[in-house]
């Protein structure tokens, strides 16, 4: 794992200072703190700046970033590919010749043989930047699922790309601002989708997408994977359960097998729920010795604390577990460095016990972690989506078929009544989007519907943003995308769609951005065995009922049918809790709420005239005294407030 970042001069553009280009890279000394190179091309047309978190071949033969035979092919990598060895002999047979043990320098040799379409060979997390010298192109590229992050901008007459925003914003042509159109989406959202970013002007790389620019060409971003649209594997059938279920177990057990790859120590963040519990079964059954375990609780919070789950688990399989008690004076503390990470707010609280988590790992002397990320958005794991499933197939569609002029009756007169109501949010914007015909799913959490947007803005505000693109405008958008995906999709893939449409926004942007923002701060690479491609592609080819039970009621159906000859009932069949966090109750409590108040309300972004501050603070005086839970609603505004005045200082005063 390590940081990239570099810099192409433009038509007309100067030349480029390598000295800018290495402060850039040592933005991210986390990112990679056992090395660090620049490529400086002759002409100084081009840059390339490395910093190196060493994993697979610990010697100096892995530095970056990392050239071909005759040096004609530089490449700045931050990742792993999983299948760098099965990929090694084709190329030495076909003439190349290696210097390590790196997968980098296949990812090299492959794009040589192959040019672009090397990407659809990798099986891994990844973002690099590669220069061929000979056709003067520079192509970026991201996983299938944006694991890793990768960000870019034109400013100077140079086009400049970063594995961190904070490595952008160390170019002196790069300033820091507020785009508010992407404000908008993080309102909801709770990060902000691709290819926008919080941070005017400097965008994301989309997961799945290579840009490329050819001699003095625009940049052509170009889609090279989607998650929808694979058939089953030859010879599996939908209607043959256990087949499929022994299939997924076989492609978790190869991607836990094959994400072991490294010189350095190996563990797993272990909640003692069902995907890492089956993460650690298959482990355990691959190492040679305990596997190290690693969870977190909450002080005099038991129904969120899962270290006794954890803990039964761990003794299940002999590991060696470490366990971290979060208190809520931490969060006080964690918070500038949470904010510094993250780049974009990331208004998920998880994030403040990850980091801290990431930081015991470090201190435990493990350096690579797998993790259980993905799993509920392929294989329909979340509650919210078999209630969802229930409304479309009980409700959505037939309530659709009443004539539209009834159903914004109907919203119009439910409207003021269910407003009154905060718990029947949800319901009042269900609502809503029927009488509009929109989209019935936006998102696997949703931080503001619209209306409660609208509500906490000034009418300046409302004037400028009510034109930005909405969130349903979002995904609608996403369904449509799903439908050229996958034109094979029927009713009976609901649950598919919905997920697509997490794996678009939420999963890449938010979830997986947590986790590998939160380790690399502690230079710790995480792992994602359940996002390996082959069974993203086959939970996504799946019908409902292999995924929510034939009657609908059983999330993550497939995955606790695969896990019955790894673990006992009691975890498989144990409700879901999620990563959580008691925050929303400590955000009633001394110090923490006065703090969160005051981070929100002093904040600098409130005299730009976007909130209306009088709403904000009757938001926290209800959730104070215990009358509404806006824990998740203020949580969102405390981190935006926090970087904003972290990050974009006196630009917003």
């Known amino acids: 794992m390590c940081g990239i970042c570099g810099a192409l001069a433009r038509p007309g553009g100067p030349d480029i200072d390598p000295e800018v280009v290495v402060r850039m890279r040592d933005m991210m000394p986390h990112r990679g703190p056992d090395d660090a190179g620049v490529f400086v091309a002759p002409d100084r047309r081009v840059a390339m700046g490395h910093r190196r978190l060493s994993i697979v071949d610990l010697s100096p033969a892995g530095h ?81 699922l944006g694991i890793k992050p990768l960000y870019y901008t034109t ?42 970013t919080l941070f005017g002007g400097i965008r994301k790389l989309a997961a799945g997408h290579v840009l490329v620019i050819e001699g003095d060409g625009e940049p052509v971003i170009t889609r090279w994977w989607t998650p929808a649209g694979h058939p089953l594997p030859d010879g599996l059938s939908p209607d043959d359960e256990a087949g499929v279920a022994a299939h997924l177990r076989e492609l978790l057990r190869s991607a836990v097998v094959e994400q072991t790859m490294a010189d350095v120590p190996h563990g797993v963040l272990l909640s003692g729920g069902l995907d890492s519990s089956m993460i650690l079964a298959l482990l355990s059954a691959q190492l040679d010795r305990p596997v190290q375990t690693f969870s977190v609780g909450f002080e005099d919070d038991p129904h969120f604390d899962e270290r006794s789950y954890a803990a039964r688990v761990a003794q299940r399989f002999t590991a060696d577990h470490h366990e971290l008690v979060l208190k809520p004076a931490e969060v006080m503390t964690a918070m500038p460095e949470l904010i510094h990470g993250q780049d974009e707010p990331l208004s998920d609280w998880v994030c403040v016990p990850l ?15 797998q993790v259980g ?24 569609r037939k309530y659709l078929l009443v004539p539209a002029v009834l159903r914004r009756a109907v919203a119009a007169a439910a409207d003021p ?15 809503r989007r029927a009488a509009r015909g929109e989209a019935l799913f936006i998102s696997g959490a949703i931080v503001n519907w619209e209306p409660e947007k609208v509500a906490l803005l000034t009418s300046y505000a409302r004037e400028q943003l009510l034109e930005a693109p909405s969130s349903t405008d979002v995904a609608m958008r996403n369904l449509a995308r799903f439908a050229a995906d996958a034109p094979q999709a029927n009713g009976d893939h609901f649950a598919s769609a919905i997920a697509y449409q997490d794996l678009m926004v939420r999963l890449p942007e938010l979830l997986l951005m947590r986790v590998d923002k939160m380790t690399m701060l502690s230079s710790i690479e995480a792992r994602v065995p359940f996002l390996d491609h082959r069974i993203v592609e086959l939970g996504m080819a799946l019908p409902d009922r292999l995924k929510l039970g034939p009657d609908g009621n059983r999330t993550k159906h497939i995955v606790k049918r695969a896990a019955e000859p790894l673990l006992d009932a009691r975890v498989i069949e144990r409700p879901k809790q999620g990563f959580d966090v008691p925050l929303a109750d400590w955000l009633r409590e001394e110090p923490l709420g006065s703090w969160a108040e005051h981070t929100v309300l002093q904040s600098r972004l409130m005299r730009r005239g976007i909130f209306d501050i009088a709403a904000l603070r009757t938001m926290f005086r209800a959730h104070r005294e215990g009358r509404v839970d806006y824990g998740f609603r203020l949580w969102n505004l405390i981190n935006l407030c926090a970087w904003a005045d972290h990050w974009v200082g006196q630009g917003v005063a």
């Open 64 to 144: 970056g970033p990392m050239a071909n035979e005759d040096g004609t092919v530089w490449i700045s990598y931050n990742g792993e590919v999983y299948n760098h060895a099965a990929l090694r002999p084709g190329l030495e047979a076909a003439g190349h010749v290696y210097r390590s043990r790196t997968d980098t320098e296949t990812l090299l040799h492959l794009y040589e043989e192959y040019g672009v379409a090397m990407l659809d060979a990798l099986r891994g997390m990844f973002a690099f930047s590669l220069w061929d010298t000979p056709r003067r192109r520079l192509v970026l590229a991201r996983d299938r």
């Open 155 to 196: 400013a100077g007459g140079q086009f400049l790309w970063a594995s961190e925003i904070k490595a952008l914003l160390a170019h002196p042509a790069v300033s820091a601002d507020i785009d508010e159109a992407a404000l908008w989406q993080y309102l909801t959202f709770a990060a902000v989708p691709p290819p926008a």
């Open 355 to 369: 980091q801290l988590l990431s930081r015991l790992v470090r201190q435990s002397g493990v350096v690579v972690v």
């Open 373 to 396: 990320e993905g799993s509920d958005e392929v294989f329909s794991g979340y509650p919210r989506y078999r209630l969802y499933a229930s409304i479309n197939r009980h409700w959505w």
């Open 417 to 431: 009544l269910l407003a009154r109501v905060p718990r029947l949010r949800e319901p009042r914007d269900l609502l």
